[in-house]
């Protein structure tokens, strides 16, 4: 396509943030900068002068910030950004004050809730007494077993306030998948809910909380937040008490916040852990702050004022992406349960309902809604949403096609990608440009993003390996119980010496945006060419008769075969017919490398939690070899579908 789907208009541009930060560039740098292109080039070029930018421009809240931007910057790891400031990463988020909504909730159709600047304000500084009460100090761990809900991102910030380290995961969890998180932190407190609704229906949590909080000998204490029941009964638990019972004779005093170095510990993210026990990845507090507010008010020219929603469970790291939008002014809008109860309009019926200027979701809904003949441009006003943002695996370009179509024609798509790695992106969308088909808008300020070739070198209009080649301040602070640094140095910097891999398959364009096709690892080689699994699914999922499809690369007689797994639709049967029209589509709309060897129908496609289709379990499965982590999964049972498959011997 010659045209973009989507461009600004020159007020637009002239409103958006990023032309109000390129207007402080050139007060105080003495730099004429024309778009976003010039901007990108000058923000990897002068990383020390950006980074200081973003912190004047994001008014961070700092004890100091001290003279030193950058030490040891030609290090990955190694280098630190502002060495000797001072900070608490909850004193930039609660900013607000005033009976304005700071949080808006709703937990499917059955509860809606909000809580002012002034109540969260109120509830952070009485959790924070009670967290004292329970022996949290800097350093210490607190772990929420919780629903995306106000009451976690209050306990989030009471932690953070301390000075202490929070680590989440979503109460859909088993046992052992939450000790496997869990038991490696030693965390001092615990905060649950009784229970949690999905597709209508109450599931309790205090029974796996009673089993897992047994094994976490760490615990001084358990904050059950009422979700199901005003005043659950939590008797039966050692060490509990209610939320009501926890803020009890709490008044809500001033909050006292310690400030922290830079690099002091803010959050621990975990792995997906689908080949073994989650790694265990902690972040710091400036690095965390400084990339969410650039990602918020740059990348998503979040304003003042702005009500920002994305859907999420608290084991992702959108979850903490979506809090820190606080730091940038703008209401937060929660959702829990599933997005598509009662109906699949929910989502839109809060949007329109609570005025939601971003909508973020994933390529998997949009994909849903597509399949599922949704029009939400005609049932549904959405004239306060200003862009869209879509993450979690690479959104294909009948998806940018269906938004555009059937969501909202006037709106910023930005189809974003990084992850738990750098709880953040590296790249993402950019206000002030246009949306091409297919095609991530750009790589993020400040992240030095190259795709390698074979040969390591940059290269452009061909795929590779996504890499940064610069230090940026979100990189991890280091892995828990790696003393050494061993793991973490394995996990992004034994490919590349000096330089961050990423581990996906990439490719940058002629319009400097950016195409994802898959991770790296999961990567086919038929004949030694090296196909990205995102490209297939790209062709596959065209046919209507296809409602998803997963693929591997299967070792066969010395080789690598393509095998793919579809899940049909509604009546659809997999007959030869079907079969060859998808080799035809595939071959046509790819090449004939990416055809399938095998196609074979599946009523299940295994999923982390966070909604990932899980390709390395699935082809260790057909392989014979055992899938170390069944807990990290949302539907461990769908693998034994893929075990012993007639089909795959043949």
């Known amino acids: 396509m010659n045209q973009p789907l989507w461009q600004p208009t020159p007020e637009r541009k002239e409103g958006a943030n990023i032309s109000a930060f390129m207007e402080q560039l050139k007060r105080d740098w003495g730099v004429e900068l024309s778009d976003y292109a010039e901007l990108y080039d000058w923000s990897v070029k002068e990383i020390e002068k950006f980074w200081s930018s973003v912190w004047t421009f994001g008014k961070v809240v700092a004890e100091t910030r001290g003279d030193r931007i950058l030490v040891d910057g030609t290090k990955m790891p190694g280098a630190a950004f502002f060495p000797d400031a001072r900070l608490n990463f909850a004193q930039n988020l609660l900013r607000g004050r005033g009976p304005e909504d700071a949080i808006v909730f709703w937990g499917e159709d059955k509860v809606k809730r909000r809580l002012s600047h002034d109540a969260l304000n109120a509830l952070v500084s009485r959790l924070q ?223 329109d309902a609570e005025r939601g200027t971003l909508f973020g979701t994933s390529a998997k809904f949009i994909d849903s809604l597509k399949n599922a003949g949704a029009d939400p441009k005609s049932s549904h006003d959405l004239s306060s949403i200003r862009i869209i943002a879509s993450t979690g695996s690479p959104l294909v370009a009948e998806g940018f ?15 974003i990608a990084g992850g738990t790695d750098i709880i953040s992106c590296f790249v993402a969308g950019n206000p002030i440009g246009a949306v091409w088909r297919g095609e991530i808008q ?73 195409i994802i096709y898959g991770r790296s690892d999961a990567t086919l080689n038929p004949g030694g060419v090296r196909i990205g699994t995102a490209e297939i699914y790209r062709q596959v999922e065209k046919l209507p008769e296809i409602d998803e499809s997963l693929v591997i690369g299967q070792d066969w007689q010395g080789d690598v075969r393509v095998v793919l797994f579809v899940r049909l639709a509604a009546g659809a049967v997999l007959d030869e017919d079907l079969i060859k029209r998808i080799k035809t589509q595939v071959r046509t709309g790819a ?3 990416h055809v399938p060897a095998k196609v074979v129908a599946v009523a299940d496609i295994p999923r982390t939690k966070s909604g990932k289709i899980v390709e390395l379990a699935v082809r260790d499965v057909v392989h014979g070899r055992a899938v170390k982590n069944k807990d990290a999964l949302a539907n461990p049972e769908a693998l034994d579908l893929y075990v012993g498959l007639a089909e795959l011997q043949e």
């Open 129 to 351: 007494q009670r967290l004292q009460d329970l022996g949290v100090g800097e350093g210490d761990r607190v772990a929420g077993f919780m629903p995306n809900m106000p009451e976690t991102v209050a306990a989030m910030l009471a932690t953070a306030s301390l000075g202490a380290v929070w680590s989440s995961c979503s109460p859909d969890f088993g046992v052992q998948g939450v000790l496997d998180r869990f038991g490696q932190i030693e965390p001092k407190v615990l905060f649950c809910p009784d229970g949690y609704y999905y597709n209508g229906k109450a599931v309790d949590s205090l029974a796996r909380v009673a089993e897992f909080s047994k094994e976490i000998p760490s615990l001084n204490g358990i904050i059950v937040c009422p979700y199901l029941n005003e005043e659950p009964d939590v008797s039966a638990i050692a060490k509990a008490m209610t939320l009501t019972q926890a803020i009890s004779g709490k008044t809500a005093n001033p909050i006292q916040y310690r400030h922290v170095a830079f690099n002091a510990p803010l959050y621990i993210m975990f792995s997906s852990g689908t080949t073994g026990k989650p790694k265990c990845i902690v972040h710091g507090v400036g690095g965390t702050l400084l990339q969410h507010i650039k990602e918020h008010k740059l990348q998503c020219d979040v304003k003042p004022g702005d009500r920002v929603f994305y859907f999420t469970t608290c084991g992702w790291m959108m979850w903490n992406w979506l809090v820190s939008g606080l730091a940038a002014e703008a209401t937060l809008l929660l959702y829990d349960g599933s997005p598509f109860h009662p109906a699949p309009e929910i989502l839109f019926d809060y949007m």
């Open 401 to 415: 096609d269906y938004v555009y179509a059937h969501i909202k024609e006037d709106v910023c798509l930005a189809s």
């Open 442 to 514: 750009a790589r993020c300020l400040g992240m030095a993003v190259e795709v390698f070739d074979d040969e390591g070198q940059p290269t452009r209009g061909k795929k590779g390996e996504l890499v940064c080649t610069r230090p940026f301040p979100s990189m991890p602070i280091y892995f828990w119980n790696d003393p050494d640094g061993a793991r973490y140095h394995s996990a992004y910097f034994e490919r590349y010496d000096n330089i961050w891999c990423q581990g996906d398959f990439a490719e940058i364009t002629e319009h400097d945006g950016v």
């Open 591 to 593: 090449t004939p490398r």
